[in-house]
T-cell receptor, first 115, second 113 residues
Framework: DAMVIQNPRYQVTQFGKPVTLSCSQT?????MYWYQQKSSQAPKLLFH???????NEADTPDNFQSRRPNTSFCFLDIRSPGLGDAAMYLC??????????????FGSGTQLSVL | AQSVTQLDSQVPVFEEAPVELRCNYS??????LFWYVQYPNQGLQLLLK??????LVESINGFEAEFNKSQTSFHLRKPSVHISDTAEYFC???????????FGSGTKLNVKP
């Protein structure tokens, strides 16, 4: 089945040690998103790619970076994780071209712990 | 910019009872509205959406939501819930021309037998 896959499901890192979360999709969608979700809070949009065009949210910390080497893969890099970066990270895709009316397809998320 | 408020973090309800999950949004432009559902250990899935036309939209499993522009609300309702409806429900908003979606903090629906 076509889907959005996030690996790993659980990731543990140390304070200040760079970490990379990965997302892949078999839907051939143009748009890929990264959301951060802390407990009992709304998923917060960090950034998204429309094809190769990177769109950063104004309040996304510089500590968070992203790469999209091809249509299928998108990575979230946290350069120096702090305790406050512990959260669930959600990857989502949409087809693109339909503006804000499109359906999002989500992966199951990666739960990041920072020790 | 848009924002979404879901005032109820948890809603306990007995099976076969009606339920309403509240969602209010804020936006300076016209919007699209969505409800997503997240079952345990799964990703968010689209439940229903309002783009235009009839202000009442329905899902295939009996949920409905009504867009109320004057009250800036998009409440989700079901006349009779089942145990299988136990999940977390997220309201979301986007604007016409931008591929950006903003979510509320979610409401956990707990259906009891």
């Amino acid at each position: 089945d076509a889907m959005v896959i996030q690996n790993p499901r659980y990731q543990v890192t140390q304070f200040g040690k760079p970490v990379t979360l990965s997302c892949s999709q078999t839907l051939n969608h143009n748009v890929m998103y990264w959301y951060q979700q802390k407990s009992s809070q709304a998923p917060k949009l960090l950034f998204h790619y429309y094809d190769k065009d990177f769109n950063n949210e104004a309040d996304t910390p510089d500590n968070f970076q992203s790469r999209r080497p091809n249509t299928s893969f998108c990575f979230l890099d946290i350069r120096s994780p702090g305790l406050g970066d512990a959260a669930m990270y959600l990857c989502a895709t949409s087809r693109g071209g339909g503006g804000g009316g499109e359906k999002l397809f989500f992966g199951s998320g990666t739960q990041l712990s920072v020790l | 910019a848009q924002s979404v408020t879901q005032l109820d973090s948890q809603v306990p309800v007995f099976e076969e009872a009606p339920v309403e999950l509240r969602c209010n949004y804020s936006s300076s432009v016209s919007v699209y509205l969505f409800w997503y559902v997240q079952y345990p250990n799964q990703g968010l899935q689209l439940l229903l959406k309002y783009l235009s036309g009839s202000t009442l939209v329905e899902s295939i499993n009996g949920f409905e939501a009504e867009f109320n522009k004057s009250q800036t609300s998009f409440h989700l309702r079901k006349p009779s819930v089942h145990i299988s409806d136990t999940a977390e429900y997220f309201c979301a908003v986007s604007s016409y021309n931008f591929n950006k979606f903003y979510f509320g903090s979610g409401t956990k629906l707990n259906v009891k037998p």
